[in-house]
C-alpha cells in the first residue's frame, strides 16, 4: 500500500496572487518561529533561575545546619555561668561586677545576690541599672567563720565607670560621678505613702560618691587555662592586692603573737629556774650550822 501525500489546508486570499499568498504566509511563520524561540529562550532562563534558588536555599540550609550543630557543640563543651545572664566584667584584682539589664534584673541583683560585705553601685542618671561588686571570703582560722574582705578602692572605681558607662550618660557624654553603699543599707521598704516600682529601692544612710571617670568601655575574651605550663605562665596575673594585704597582715599578726607566746615561756621558765635555786641556797647555811654543832662538842 502507498502512504497517502500528508495535506496541510491553507487560507488564500483571493484578493492577492500567487506571490502575495506567499508573502503573507512566509511572514506568518517567520513570526511563528520567533515566537516559538523567545518562548523557549523563557523557558531555559525560568529553569536556570529556579536551580539557581533551590542552590541558594540549599547552602542557606546547609549553614543553617552547620550553625546549629557548632552552636551545639559550644553549649554542650561549655556550661554557661550563673552571673552570663546580667551585664558583667571582671575587676583589675579579680572582683566580679555585676549589673542588671532591665528593671525585674536590677530586683533579681538585689534580692536573690547581694550579699553582706558586697557594694551596691548606682549613679543619679536616668537609665543607670544597678550594680553590685561582690566581695571576696575568706575563713577565719581562730573562728572558723567565712568573713568577707573589705573592697579595695581600685575595685569600685572600675564598678563605678561601669556604672556610668551602662547609663544614659554614655550616648550624651556627659561625664558625672557614680556612688556606693553597703549591703545592708539597700532597702526595698518605701516611707509611708509612698511606693517603690519594680527595680528602684530606697537607700538609708550616706552615699560614698566616687571621683569623676571618663566614658571608656572595652570588650575581651576570657580563655580556660588546662594545662599545667599554662598555668605556670599565667600565675602572678591579676592579682588581688587587697587580699595580700590581708594575708600580710593575718602573717604579721601571727608572727607577732608567737614571739610574745616564746617570750612568756622564756619569763615562766626563768621563774622556775629562780623558784628551783633559791630553796638549796636557803638549806646550805643550816647544813654549814648543824656541822657546826657537831663540832664544838
Known amino acids: 500500500q502507498k502512504r497517502q501525500p500528508k495535506t496541510i489546508d491553507i487560507t488564500v486570499s483571493l484578493k492577492e496572487g500567487a506571490h502575495g499568498n506567499a508573502r503573507d504566509m512566509f511572514a506568518k511563520y517567520r513570526a511563528q518561529k520567533e515566537k516559538s524561540q523567545k518562548t523557549m529562550e523563557a523557558s531555559s532562563m525560568a529553569l536556570k533561575a ?17 550553625k546549629l550543630s557548632s552552636n551545639t557543640l559550644i553549649s554542650a ?54 550594680c553590685i561588686l561582690r566581695a571576696k571570703r575568706r575563713r577565719n582560722p581562730s573562728t572558723g567563720r567565712t568573713e568577707p574582705i573589705p573592697l579595695p578602692d581600685q575595685a569600685l572605681r572600675e564598678a563605678g565607670n561601669f556604672t556610668i558607662c551602662r547609663s544614659s550618660a554614655w550616648s550624651s557624654r556627659m561625664v558625672t560621678s557614680a556612688w556606693w553603699v553597703e549591703a545592708n543599707q539597700v532597702s526595698k521598704t518605701a516611707p509611708t505613702g ?7 529601692f530606697m537607700i538609708r544612710g550616706k552615699k560614698n560618691f566616687l571621683p569623676p571617670t571618663q566614658l571608656e568601655m572595652g570588650l575581651g575574651v576570657l580563655f580556660r587555662l588546662g594545662d599545667e605550663d599554662s598555668l605556670a605562665r599565667h600565675k602572678n596575673e591579676r592579682r588581688d592586692f587587697a587580699l595580700m594585704e590581708a594575708e600580710a597582715a593575718e602573717a604579721e599578726v601571727e608572727t607577732t603573737s608567737t614571739a610574745k607566746q616564746r617570750n612568756g615561756n622564756n619569763d615562766a ?6 623558784a628551783v635555786s633559791k630553796p638549796a641556797n636557803n638549806r646550805s647555811p643550816i647544813k654549814a650550822e648543824k656541822k657546826k654543832e657537831q663540832q664544838e662538842p
Do not use: C
Open 50 to 66: 529556579a536551580e539557581a534558588n533551590a542552590q541558594r536555599q540549599l547552602q542557606e540550609a546547609q549553614k543553617k545546619n552547620s
Open 77 to 130: 563543651a561549655r556550661k554557661p555561668f550563673w552571673f552570663e545572664k546580667f551585664h558583667w566584667f571582671i575587676t583589675s584584682d579579680n572582683y566580679i561586677v555585676l549589673g542588671g539589664k532591665d528593671a525585674h534584673q536590677n530586683e533579681m541583683l538585689v534580692k536573690r545576690y547581694l550579699r553582706q560585705g558586697d557594694a551596691y553601685l548606682h549613679a543619679d542618671v536616668h537609665g543607670a541599672s544597678s
Open 194 to 200: 509612698e511606693y517603690l516600682t519594680v527595680g528602684s
Open 269 to 274: 621558765n626563768m621563774e622556775e629556774k629562780a
